[in-house]
């Protein structure tokens, strides 16, 4: 499986660039996807939660919305071509995709999709809540919910080191 990762805006061109035969879209509460034409409603999730870090904010992702994510892709072919969106194509959206490479790949494989997940989407941010959520669920020890704060931190940092 392919895996890639865009913003609500970039969704139609990306779904022709890429190819996209699949598409997860995790928006806020309210907001409508923008879809290619073309893209194939059977093979389309639609998740409306908001990119909170707090597991006790309003409208955060939980537990279900990890599970629902997770069973939805394991029963994507091996030929899929996956495009993952949210509205920026930064934390929640890299969130997923990373937890999709794991459980597709496994846990052994997490430097190669941290590295896949860094080439589709160099601004990567994972939402922490998400990770926590699928490393718990893919029972990877803490390694990818540690790994993607490693990615989050990162960019954070570099951030920082712009403004200052």
């Not at 993952?84 to 459980?103: D, F, K, N, P, Y």
């Not at 990567?124 to 490693?150: F, R, Y």
Request: glycine share 4%.
């Amino acid at each position: 499986m392919k895996v890639f990762v865009c913003s609500r805006g970039a969704v139609s061109k990306f779904t022709s660039k890429t190819g996209a035969t699949h598409v997860l879209s995790l928006l806020d509460p309210g907001v409508r996807p923008y879809l290619h034409p073309k893209t194939n409603k059977d093979n389309w999730l639609l998740l409306h939660f908001e990119d909170n870090i707090e597991e006790f904010d309003p409208n955060s992702p939980t537990r279900e919305h990890v599970t629902t994510i997770l069973n939805w892709s394991k029963l994507l072919p091996d030929d899929a071509i996956l495009l993952v969106h949210c509205e920026a194509g930064v934390s929640r959206s890299t969130a997923a995709a990373l937890a999709i490479m794991i459980q597709h790949n496994g846990i052994e494989k997490l430097e190669e999709c941290i590295s896949n997940l860094l080439l589709v989407r160099p601004q990567a941010c994972p939402n922490p809540l998400i990770t926590k959520w699928a490393d718990e669920q893919l029972g990877c020890g803490g390694k990818l919910h540690a790994a993607a704060e490693v990615i989050a931190n990162n960019k954070l940092n570099q951030l920082f080191k712009k403004w200052i």
